[in-house]
């Protein structure tokens, strides 16, 4: 077992800490006072390379895969998790449509997406709820040339800043009279087409989360993503390998963010004539921090490996999102605890990434949900 | 197509100095667990290769002397857009002061790029400091050197317009032909590293080329070659000094910003 980086890899990850750096951490302050995207980063995404990662050479992407995005999306969210979370959910939108997509749908949309043309949504949450995708009440009905939609989604990642989007609704009832679904590769320009509300959120500030509102909203016959019926097929694949594993990086990424904060604090802050390092109920914290964060990322890792080796990986996906996002709100917690009262003040960083925390644990699927996955798992394999 | 050649210097990376001793039986600076990075200055130095070779078709050669380990400093200068890049590393080598270094490069560029139209470096390194690198090349490969250089500039990549910032004033220089330029941060901003770049750079040549490979001469290079010893390397002590002024506010006020005035603070 060799647990190296490649050279590639290594390299992949300081030019993107340096990205991140020079491109990210200047508008940090800006989204979190407004909670707006910063629209020109989408084209420098593009430049980089960011926005390609799971798209193949051939519809302008670069391939790289799963393994590199998972330490691309840590070094953004080290400086920025509300950018983490637009790249990662843009992936969402990529992804499915290589997957599944006709020919026609790739070359249309997939260059587009990788150049920072705009960025991708993938949207399957509405008001009734995620998690229960049966609960799904947006529906598509066949019209002449047309799929006509009607419904509503929220929480939609990228909402406001997306030209192109993969949503699901329900086409019908399966031969066992149980609802269907099936996929859509919907463009904002589409006549019926609207976005609703934009959310207010107490973390990953910058990005935006809105709804999307269909309303007899015309869907060209060629936008249907892979066949009629396929949609949860598609849905949860999408969620399980993208999505998931896009949460674990981001959730490692708090960790070291946390991590290395923490450690520049005690190593400058003196109390009682000395750093606050040399004290051992702080190293105690540092010690459980830095425990944390290589746990998530080397599942993280693990998980991510697998998918580039075409290895079933739902389980280690939802296994990694669970941990790294549950241990990104203990890094950051623990964080603040070694930056007292420090912590409170908006100047510190460790509050944003403890607000950042809270919110990516019921992103992707509740921990709650991961555990019904992952106990189903223990109790069938051990 | 005219080319570039650019001198690259891996060093420890500045942002982890802190971290960095000195060994006290030995006075070597230990620089274990510390990741090498590429000379600050030297990434600016190749952005002016790229520009030409953006603009002008410009081939970009990358030069490095430096230990085995090192070559990924050269992979990121391969990503960046430089074509090829050459890596002179033997333990005869080690232990080189600037002018056994100079000699060494000036040998690589000699034997890999002798058709070169312009060698670029940084102005100094970060680690070394001494400056004396570039304008060496320039004599070992009997050509002009610019140093202190902020702008470059040319209309048709052949006739370049150099200035030279000397803090108090500017030269301003036009040459044509073979030159040796080092260059400060103000000529440029380097550009990133894209993952496009990572990819096409695992299929540049990188070559590791040994003493005997440059055909040096033995008595020229590495330590025993270096006319220059280090007598004694320390880290400097630096202590605050601490003065309590007394007296009424207002005149401990005035006596403090004449202080300040004096240490030319204000």
């Known amino acids: 077992m060799d647990f190296r980086l490649s050279e590639r890899e290594e390299l992949l990850r300081k030019s993107i800490a340096e990205f991140a750096q020079r491109e990210v951490a200047p508008l940090v302050e800006e989204m979190e006072k407004t909670g707006e995207f910063p629209r020109p980063l989408i084209k420098k995404m593009g430049d980089i390379g960011l926005l390609g990662l799971v798209t193949s050479p051939q519809y302008g992407g670069n391939g790289m895969g799963f393994l590199a995005r998972a330490i691309a999306i840590e070094e953004i969210s080290k400086v920025s998790a509300a950018v983490g979370i637009a790249l990662q959910v843009h992936h969402m939108a990529c992804w499915p449509i290589e997957t599944w997509g006709t020919e026609e749908q790739k070359k249309k949309y997939l260059p587009r997406l990788a150049k920072g043309e705009t960025l991708g949504v993938c949207s399957i949450t509405e008001p009734s709820g995620g998690s229960d995708v049966f609960g799904m009440q947006t529906t598509a009905r066949e019209e002449g040339d047309y799929w006509v939609i009607n419904g509503r989604k929220c929480f939609a990642t990228n909402s406001h800043v997306s030209d192109i989007m993969v949503i699901v609704a329900r086409t019908g009832e399966d031969a066992k009279g149980r609802p269907a679904f099936s996929a859509f590769i919907v463009e904002s320009s589409f006549e019926g087409f609207s976005l609703g509300r934009e959310e207010n959120k107490m973390g990953f500030r910058g990005a935006f989360s809105g709804e999307l509102v269909f309303q007899d909203c015309k869907v060209p016959k060629e936008n249907l993503l892979g066949k009629v019926g396929e949609g949860l097929k598609i849905a949860l694949a999408t969620v399980n390998r993208v999505g998931r594993p896009g949460m674990a990086s981001i959730g490692v990424g708090l960790c070291y963010a946390s991590l290395e904060e923490a450690a520049k604090f005690a190593r400058e802050r003196v109390l009682y004539g000395k750093p606050i390092s040399n004290l051992q109920a702080i190293q105690f914290l540092l010690a459980d921090i830095y425990a944390l964060a290589e746990a998530a990322r080397l599942l993280n890792y693990r998980a991510n490996w697998m998918m580039d080796q075409g290895l079933p990986c739902d389980t280690e996906m939802t296994l990694a999102k669970y941990v790294a996002t549950e241990n990104a709100f203990q890094c950051a917690r623990m964080a603040c605890d070694i930056h007292g009262g420090y912590s409170c003040i908006l100047e510190y960083p460790v509050q944003r990434y403890l607000r950042d925390a809270w919110v990516s644990i019921p992103s992707g699927g509740t921990s709650q949900v991961a555990k019904v996955v992952l106990g189903r798992h223990a109790v069938k394999n051990f | ?266």
């Open chain 2, 1 to 266: 197509m005219p080319e570039a050649v650019v001198c690259v210097k891996p060093i420890p990376d500045p942002k982890h100095w802190d971290r960095l001793s000195l060994d006290p039986k030995t006075g070597v600076l230990r620089r274990e667990g510390i990741p090498t990075v590429i000379n600050p200055l030297d990434k600016h130095a190749l952005e002016v290769a790229l520009q030409l070779k953006d603009n002008f078709g410009w081939e970009v050669t990358v030069v490095s002397m430096a230990p085995p380990e090192t070559t990924q400093t050269l992979k990121e200068a391969l990503a960046m857009g430089a074509d090829r890049a050459y890596l002179a590393s033997d333990r005869l080598l080690a232990g080189a002061d600037t002018l056994a270094t100079a000699y060494t490069l000036a040998g690589l560029i000699k034997k890999k790029a002798p058709n070169f139209q312009m060698v670029l470096c940084g102005n100094m390194s970060l680690d070394g400091s001494t400056s004396q690198v570039a304008p060496q090349i320039a004599h070992y490969l009997g050509v002009p050197h610019i140093t202190h250089v902020s702008k470059v500039e040319t209309e048709d990549g052949s006739k370049f317009r150099v200035t030279m910032d000397l803090k108090l004033a500017q030269l301003v220089l036009e040459h044509q032909g073979p030159m040796v330029l080092a260059v400060t941060k103000e000529v440029n901003l380097p550009r990133l590293v894209n993952i496009m770049g990572i990819l096409a750079a695992e299929s540049k040549p990188l070559e590791v080329l040994s003493a005997a490979d440059l055909e040096l001469d033995p008595s020229r290079i590495g330590q025993e070659g270096s006319p220059t010893r280090v007598r004694n390397l320390f880290m400097p002590e630096i202590k605050r000094r601490r003065e309590i002024l007394k007296g009424e506010p207002e005149e401990v006020a005035e006596e403090l910003v004449n202080r300040l005035h004096q240490a030319g603070m204000l």
